[in-house]
């Protein structure tokens, strides 16, 4: 069956296709794609059995995510399909296509052009410890410099993901007292998920990164660019451990965009 664009009705099924594969999205998360993407599925007896969507940011690159197809339906190609559509899609708005793979997900993009550009590791781990000097809660002044720093950081400016990550938890979004650095969590199905994080250096990133994992309760992700050694270590004494990894890649382009060098730990698979 072709994949088609999904009508947000059908949010509570894309869910449980999340859910059912462990994954942390919320049905905040997926109403993203509905509301500034486009969501393409296929779908049996009004459920979606497999998913993809597409988000096209302003900077030349669109976020491919959410490719999932239900286990019973595994190994039919409707993966390499999903990603297909979302392909054209990304070619009729002119955006290069980018995101970050599972092991599993690698798999199915490198034939279809993906280069890789860097990798990540999620990290899980207890949140709580309280939160450093050196860093304060993000006020809603502070936005605008935190989407300036992430842009940096990230390649494209992502206004109102992060101010939706900022009002559905502004109790875990901390910027720093002096200098450009923020972070942002948001509550996931099974645990906070920490990020973005976009800083100068890694010694204002550790700050930022002590304070939101500091001022979470229970399970903490996030993933963390894995040139950042330092921080992996600190992790590991926090008492984290690394989950899985992921691969950021991008059709036909191993060049990163954005700045590497800022970006600490990024939004989450689903959003770059
Ligand atoms: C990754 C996923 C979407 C693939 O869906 P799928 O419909 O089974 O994939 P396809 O049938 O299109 O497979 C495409 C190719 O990848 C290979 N492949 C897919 N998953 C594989 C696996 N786990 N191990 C080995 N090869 C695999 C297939 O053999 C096929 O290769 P071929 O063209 O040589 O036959 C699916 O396994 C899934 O939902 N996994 C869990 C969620 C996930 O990790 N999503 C990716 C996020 S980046």
Not at 96 to 103: I, S
Not at 114 to 120: A, E, I, K
Not at 194 to 201: H, K
Not at 243 to 269: C, I, T
């Amino acid at each position: 069956m072709a994949p088609t664009e999904l009508d947000a009705a059908l949010l509570p099924g894309c869910l449980v296709l999340s859910a059912e594969a462990g994954w942390n999205q919320t049905a905040e998360d997926w109403s993203v794609f509905f509301a500034r993407g486009t969501v393409f599925g296929v779908v049996e007896d009004g459920r979606p059995v497999a998913t993809g969507a597409v988000l096209p940011f302003d900077g030349g690159f669109g976020w491919i995510s959410m490719v999932l197809v239900t286990p019973a339906r595994r190994g039919r190609r409707l993966g390499t399909r999903i990603l297909e559509t979302c392909l054209e899609e990304l070619s009729r708005l002119g955006r290069v296509p980018v995101l970050d793979a599972t092991p599993a997900g690698e798999r199915v993009y490198r034939p279809l052009g993906f280069r890789p550009q860097f990798g990540l590791t999620r990290w899980q781990g207890p949140g709580g410890g309280g939160v450093p000097a050196g860093v304060r809660a993000m006020a809603a002044h502070d936005l605008t410099g935190a989407i300036a720093a992430d842009a940096h950081a990230f390649g494209a400016e992502r206004a109102p993901l992060l101010g939706g990550f900022l009002g559905r938890a502004p109790e875990h979004a901390f910027a720093l007292k002096n200098g450009a650095g923020f972070v942002l969590a948001r509550p996931g199905r099974v645990a906070v998920q920490v990020g973005p994080l976009a800083a100068e250096r890694e010694d204002a990133a550790r700050l930022l990164l002590e304070a939101a994992v500091g001022s979470a309760r229970g399970p903490v992700f996030l993933d963390l660019a894995d040139r950042w050694e330092s921080l992996a270590a600190w992790l590991e004494e926090r008492g984290f451990a690394r989950q899985r990894p992921f691969l950021r890649m991008a059709r036909g382009r191993e060049a990163p965009f954005g700045d590497p060098s800022r970006l600490f730990v990024a939004a989450g698979p689903e959003f770059g």
